[in-house]
Each structure stands twice: as structure tokens, then as C-alpha cells.
T-cell receptor, first 112, second 114 residues
Framework: SQQGEEDPQALSIQEGENATMNCSYK?????LQWYRQNSGRGLVHLIL?????REKHSGRLRVTLDTSKKSSSLLITASRAADTASYFC????????????FGQGTRLTINP | GAGVSQTPSNKVTEKGKYVELRCDPI?????LYWYRQSLGQGPEFLIY????????DSGLPNDRFFAVRPEGSVSTLKIQRTERGDSAVYLC????????????FGSGTRLTVV
């Protein structure tokens, strides 16, 4: 069964706007990661946040983690058409942190 | 190599046939993972190798699925007596094997069982 649940399942915004995707999970984690997938093939690692961290930035990406609520958010600022993709959160559990459990993903569409 | 390589990129097979999917990880990556992804779903964990041994095979759906990594590098996922429900994209990833590390994924093999 999937550990993470992304919300919304699909998001469509105008180029230049900010996109926010959320992820909730069920069990305690060692870390949480976000991945992007284009065209249903290989996933690309975007950012990793550890359980003792609350916020991380990477370029136009900002990730937050609230372990008390078992949730994370991914913010993409100043979106571009090239950001159109599916975004997945994945959790590394405390037991067996190397095995990632993926959510169902959010399909993001950036309209020019 | 520069990235994770998976072959073939596409495989069409008849129901009941045997298939092998190959994954060539990044050189030096000790951990290797197989996932399966159906249309519109997230990747589903199948098996994870640390070196030559399967550290966790709890995601293999049944005994028709088997994977090996005999020399701690290339891995082969083997599916016997394929069924139409096995149709999916099979993704391989590798990592340095340290706790909490990110994965590098291959482009996947799209398996279609007809």
C-alpha cells in the first residue's frame, strides 16, 4: 500500500504562478523526498528533507516538513512550462530507510 | 556508467511467456531497487539489493517474480508465466546505499503482456 498521499491529484496553473503540492503519510519517517516524472518514465530526484528538518530550499523549490502532522509540501515558485510533470513524494521509513515508499503523485500542468 | 541503464526499453510478450528485464546501475552504487508503476499510479516497491544480496524482497507480488544481482552490479528481474496484469513500467534505481540517500532512476522498461 502507498505510504504517501499527494494532494491535489491534478493541478493546472498559469505560467509564472506558484504551485503548491501536499503530501501526507502514515508512519514515522527517517526522511521524505520529492521526485519529478516526465512522460511516465524515469523519475528525477528533486530534494530530500530529513525528519529533524522543517524546511529546505533548492532553486525555485521549497519543501516543508511537519512531522507532528505527518505532512510535507512542495512549493514551486515562478512556474515555467517545463515544470509540467508528475510530482511524487516518497518516504524513507525509520525501519529500512533505504526503501522508499511512493505516493500516487500530483499531475502538474503549467499553461503558457 | 553515467546513469542507470535499463534494457529493453519496451518489451511485448505473450501471456505465459518468460521475460527478463535488465538494469545496469551507476558504477559504485551498492544499493539497487526495482519498482513497478502502473498507469496513473506511483511506483510500487518490488525488491531492494544491498550488494549481491536481496535486503528486502517483500514487494514481489508472487513466486513468478524473481530478481538477481550476482556480482553486485547488474541486476535482472525475471518474470515467469507472464499475465496481462503484469503489464506496467518496471523501474530500476540505484543509490550509494547510505541511509536517507536519494535514488537515481533509469528510464524504465515498458512491459506489455498480450
Amino acid at each position: 500500500s502507498q505510504q504517501g498521499e499527494e494532494d491535489p491529484q491534478a493541478l493546472s496553473i498559469q505560467e509564472g504562478e506558484n504551485a503548491t503540492m501536499n503530501c501526507s503519510y502514515k508512519t514515522s519517517i527517517n526522511n521524505l523526498q520529492w521526485y519529478r516524472q516526465n512522460s511516465g518514465r524515469g523519475l528525477v530526484h528533486l530534494i530530500l528533507i530529513r525528519s529533524n528538518e522543517r524546511e529546505k530550499h533548492s532553486g525555485r523549490l521549497r519543501v516543508t516538513l511537519d512531522t507532528s502532522k505527518k505532512s510535507s509540501s512542495l512549493l514551486i515558485t515562478a512556474s515555467r512550462a517545463a515544470d509540467t510533470a508528475s510530482y511524487f513524494c516518497a518516504t524513507g521509513l525509520i525501519q529500512g530507510a533505504q526503501k522508499l515508499v511512493f505516493g500516487q503523485g500530483t499531475r502538474l500542468t503549467i499553461n503558457p | 556508467g553515467a546513469g542507470v541503464s535499463q534494457t529493453p526499453s519496451n518489451k511485448v510478450t505473450e501471456k505465459g511467456k518468460y521475460v527478463e528485464l535488465r538494469c545496469d546501475p551507476i558504477s559504485g552504487h551498492t544499493a539497487l531497487y526495482w519498482y513497478r508503476q502502473s498507469l496513473g499510479q506511483g511506483p510500487e516497491f518490488l525488491i531492494y539489493f544491498q550488494g549481491t544480496g536481496a535486503a528486502d524482497d517483500s514487494g514481489l507480488p508472487n513466486d513468478r517474480f524473481f530478481a538477481v544481482r550476482p556480482e553486485g552490479s547488474v541486476s535482472t528481474l525475471k518474470i515467469q508465466r507472464t499475465e496481462r496484469g503484469d503489464s506496467a513500467v518496471y523501474l530500476c534505481a540505484s543509490s550509494l546505499g547510505v541511509q536517507g540517500g536519494g535514488y537515481t532512476f533509469g528510464s524504465g522498461t515498458r512491459l506489455t503482456v498480450v
